[in-house]
């Protein structure tokens, strides 16, 4: 009749992979409970850690609910309780985290009628809630767990990439609010060639990377010529963290998300925490408050705890 869930955080972008690319965390997310209502429709009856609507169509989780509640045939409802952990406007996928609990919830007490790949396209409606824009590079490793490459929107083709076993996030949080759709805004709408070439370029060498769990190309592939240029300045501290992190032994650094949390990736555990280090040292004079989280990826995404 109900099951308790683990919504994890999540790290769009990557770096080149600007909309179309994400990992999932292990230990950083939010915790959800869904339970089956005799009434029909849902409700969010309890939210904890956080200041969101609990009117169904105001909050992200009940319109990606609503969304796929449309395409069941089910004679009753849904109650959804919403224990939020990650931050709004944190970068590490505050919004997708619920949105892909509540889709993969309620397809589980259902009968589990779609795939975890499936529900990405309804669990994207609670995006457009959130930023205005439809995009799946927060949700689709949020359910998938992993690596996930968005190829496209129409239709939607989710490609989901495992892991190289050994390679940890850090990811430093300023406690500060970039809105993803103000973030959005400050993007060109245009290109230069040079730079679309160089962006391609690395896309494509750190999906190989991936696949090959060559660490080296996954590092020399983190570089974002687009749109890390615009969104940095708002990042107290940016240029001297992705240095820092680099310094410690990072394969790589870059934005997570809109920001303003900032991320790096590591083969294995010991160079993640020196990282985390770095990161604390660099920020720490700024007097903003600040979290650092230490997480292998993982693999599997949304789970029942």
């Not at 209502?37 to 009940?62: C, F, H, M, W, Y």
């Not at 996030?169 to 230069?192: C, D, G, N």
Request: proline share 4%; glycine share 10%; hydrophobic share 45%.
């Amino acid at each position: 009749m109900e099951i308790k869930l683990f919504c994890p955080a999540t790290i769009a972008n990557l770096s080149c992979g600007f909309d179309v690319m994400g990992a999932c965390l292990d230990h950083v997310g939010d915790e959800m409970i869904v339970r089956k209502s005799a009434q029909k429709g849902i409700r969010i009856t309890k939210i904890e850690g956080a200041d969101l609507p609990l009117e169904t169509e105001k909050n992200v989780a009940g319109v990606a609910g609503l969304a796929l509640l449309e395409q069941l045939d089910v004679d009753f409802g849904f109650e959804i309780e919403i224990y939020k952990k990650i931050k709004a406007g944190s970068g590490i996928g505050s919004s997708s985290a619920s949105a892909a609990g509540a889709v993969f919830g309620i397809n589980e007490l259902a009968g589990k009628p779609f795939t975890r790949n499936q529900l990405v396209a309804f669990a994207m409606q609670g995006e457009v809630l959130a930023s205005g824009s439809a995009h799946a590079d927060n949700v689709a490793p949020a359910l998938c767990g992993g690596f996930t490459i968005v190829r496209g929107y129409d239709p939607l083709d989710v490609i989901e990439i495992h892991s190289p076993d050994e390679l940890y996030a850090t990811v430093i949080h300023p406690q500060i609010e970039l809105k993803t759709s103000e973030m959005r805004a400050v993007l060109k709408p245009e290109v230069s060639l040079k730079s679309a070439i160089t962006q391609w370029g690395n896309v494509a060498g750190l999906v190989a990377g991936l696949c090959q769990s060559d660490y080296d190309l996954i590092g020399r592939s983190l570089q974002d010529v687009i749109v890390e240029p615009l969104r940095g300045p708002f990042i107290p501290k940016f240029a001297e963290l992705k240095d820092a992190a680099i310094e410690s032994g990072a394969l790589g650094s870059g934005i997570s998300g809109s920001g303003p949390s900032v991320f790096a990736l590591s083969r294995g555990m010991g160079a993640a925490q020196k990282v985390a280090d770095a990161f604390k040292k660099t920020f720490e004079i700024t007097q903003i408050p600040f979290e650092i989280h230490v997480s292998k990826i993982s693999a599997k995404g949304v789970r029942i705890l």
